[in-house]
């Protein structure tokens, strides 16, 4: 994966903050994504978080040098993904649960200011399991990548 990846085309529908909030449980400081934007629906997202040196994370993650953790990052593209399946009117007022995390690598840190895009697209999803791929981008530079395994109740 790579940033062209990452589509160059207007999105179908963007989910605001706000409507992040309606469609998935997490809540500050646990709340990773700022924006979702749809590109294929139900298929293809875009995540949007604004890396602030504000987070509370970074005040114990090498304080010195603050670099965002690796698993937050994951948990971020876990949250795109999930805000664009739990948005399916289908699925309105259920959970989504992590149940595997598949080929993770870190490639690039995540530090305070950046911009990172999250470029989540659905690979299989059956009754109440799915699984993702998923991409984390700052800029043209690719940080971190997986497949991601969930489950819903």
Do not use: W
């Amino acid at each position: 994966m790579n940033e062209e990846s990452i589509p160059q085309s207007a999105p179908l529908r963007v989910i605001q903050a706000q409507e992040i909030l309606e469609i998935i449980p997490h809540r500050y400081p646990f709340l990773l994504v700022d924006k979702v934007e749809i590109y294929e629906e139900n298929q293809l997202a875009v995540g949007i978080k604004c890396v602030s040196a504000n987070e509370l994370f970074f005040h114990g993650h090498f304080p010195k040098k603050p670099v965002m953790p690796g698993v937050l990052i994951l948990e971020s593209m876990a949250q795109t993904a999930a805000a664009m399946i739990m948005g399916i009117k289908e699925m309105k007022g259920k959970f989504a649960y992590f149940a595997g995390i598949k080929s993770a690598k870190f490639r690039r840190q995540v530090l305070p200011g950046d911009v990172m895009k999250l470029r989540v697209e659905i690979i299989a999803f059956k009754r109440n399991v799915g699984k993702v791929k998923g991409a984390a981008f700052v800029g043209d530079e690719i940080c971190a990548e997986a497949q991601l395994i969930f489950a819903t109740d």
